[in-house]
């Protein structure tokens, strides 16, 4: 059983910087899509990153292009997300997630395995 734990989670200022961490556990990690998700209070879950199992290649939504950036050490098991730039509406419980197969896919459907969340809360 794939079990994925975040960290680094906490309250910032607006323009500040924090950089989440997932580990993975229990399964091949290299192999797996990881992905960033995000729940606002009150907001469904959304997409906010993923990066292939090498770690070539990754996309992000819109809202955190430029500012936030996925990367992944196979090596230790781990998924990194570092956020720079945030912002209020940036306020969230992020999630990792991991997904078998080759297409870096938004749709939170498509991943196999979640982590239980890490709080952040960016304040104005």
């Known amino acids: 059983q794939v079990q994925l734990v975040e960290s680094g989670g906490g309250l910032v200022q607006a323009g500040g910087s924090l950089r989440l961490s997932c580990a993975a556990s229990g399964g091949t990690f290299s192999r797996f899509i990881m992905g960033w998700f995000r729940q606002a209070r009150g907001k469904e879950r959304e997409f906010v990153a993923a990066i292939s199992p090498g770690g070539g290649t990754a996309n992000y939504a819109d809202s955190v292009k430029g500012r936030f950036t996925i990367s992944r050490d196979n090596a230790k098991n781990t998924v990194y997300l570092q956020m720079n730039s945030l912002k209020p509406e940036d306020t969230a419980v992020y999630y990792c997630?991991?997904?078998?197969?080759?297409?870096?896919?938004?749709?939170?459907?498509?991943?196999?395995?979640w982590g239980q969340g890490t709080q952040v809360t960016v304040s104005s």
């Open positions: 997630a991991a997904r078998w197969g080759t297409e870096l896919v938004a749709d939170e459907r498509r991943y196999d395995y």
